[in-house]
């Protein structure tokens, strides 16, 4: 059996939409019909004729389309692809640190539960998330969670003094910047792209700091012939891709088996899963009802601000 020609027909057959994130694996961004960044991601979701979508990336994904598509069925080759940074934001200690501080508009990174974005004001992704925070009056006081080092790089960036859940996800978080200034010395003609949820050493290494979509855009545009890439390596795939003429090195992790970060529950989603997912319409996502419609909102707003503000 070959796997694409059958993934292809069942979702012809069945009017199903494939939305594969940039750090998914190689083939199964090729299959997708959009393959984007979680802001993408979720506009495109949003706006989707299908009646089955097929969330290729992680749990809270798949949430967020369940959330915005309330009548679709919503697949996810693999329910247990979860996101560690998603993890690190328990609701119930997460509602306890909103208690605590009366008064803050919640803003939530879009990796989190669907329980999370419940208990928030506003959503927003790496894409948008500096805009849509200097919407708010400068003296707006905000919580913003769980990433702490996407917050404190909005916070250096934009004056701010939002209050940051600790929270991390484990990919970004292992970027060594001894590594990266080692391949900088190295490649000196390169330039170094790096991802927001990395900790403050690696940013200041930084040509570019932004979102997989921005990373992607700046390389595509940019007159140089070699980048340093310091984000999750499936995000390569699409560099090589729409720039065959360029190189591209992964920034390693400090530590660890990999040459390069890869997230181990991006890679739980396979072409063999994904084909099972599509012929079974199965594991399906369910968002509980009461917590959907308080998720909604918050999920909306970011669409409606991204909008305006031309995101």
């Known amino acids: 059996m070959n796997l694409k020609e059958e993934i292809n027909r069942l979702h012809r057959e ?8 940039y ?53 996810v080759p693999d329910l247990t692809a979860g996101c560690s940074l998603a993890d690190s934001c328990p609701p119930d200690r997460f509602a306890d640190f909103v208690k605590a501080h009366p008064g803050h508009t919640v803003i939530s990174y879009v990796n989190t539960s669907a329980a999370v974005k419940a208990l928030t004001d506003v959503v927003v992704t790496s894409g948008n998330a500096r805009r849509i925070v200097e919407s708010f009056p400068a003296d707006e006081p905000i919580i913003f969670g769980p990433d702490r080092n ?10 701010r003094k939002m209050l940051l859940w600790d ?10 910047a001894e590594k990266i200034a080692a391949l900088k010395a190295a490649h000196p003609d390169a330039e170094v792209l790096v991802h927001p ?5 690696v940013v200041r290494l930084a040509d ?18 070699r980048f340093i890439v310091a984000t999750e390596a ?23 088996p990999h040459a390069c970060n890869e997230c181990d529950f991006m890679r739980r989603n396979t072409l063999e899963k994904l084909y099972a997912c599509l012929r079974d319409e199965s594991p399906a996502i369910e968002v509980d009802p009461d917590t959907a419609a308080r998720a909604v909102r918050p999920i909306e707003r970011m669409l409606e601000l991204s909008a305006r503000l031309g995101l």
């Open 208 to 225: 570019v700091v932004g979102s997989t979509a921005v990373l992607l855009k700046h390389a595509v545009k940019s007159a140089c012939r």
């Open 23 to 75: 750090y998914q694996e190689g083939d199964i961004q090729d299959l997708a019909d959009f393959v984007g960044d979680s802001l993408a991601l979720a506009q495109w979701a949003s706006r989707c004729d299908a009646d089955i979508l097929v969330m290729c990336g992680v749990h809270f994904m798949g949430e967020t389309a369940k959330i915005l598509c309330p009548d679709k069925k919503v697949l």
């Open 234 to 256: 499936g995000i390569l795939h699409e560099m090589r891709k729409q720039c065959p003429d360029k190189e591209f090195i992964p920034a390693p992790p400090a530590t660890g």
């Open 167 to 176: 929270g991390a996800c484990h990919v970004h978080e292992q970027f060594s």
């Open 197 to 201: 949820e990395c900790r403050s050493e």
């Open 150 to 159: 996407l917050g404190a790089y909005i916070n250096a960036v934009t004056g």
């Open 14 to 21: 069945k009017h199903a939409v494939i939305l594969a994130h």
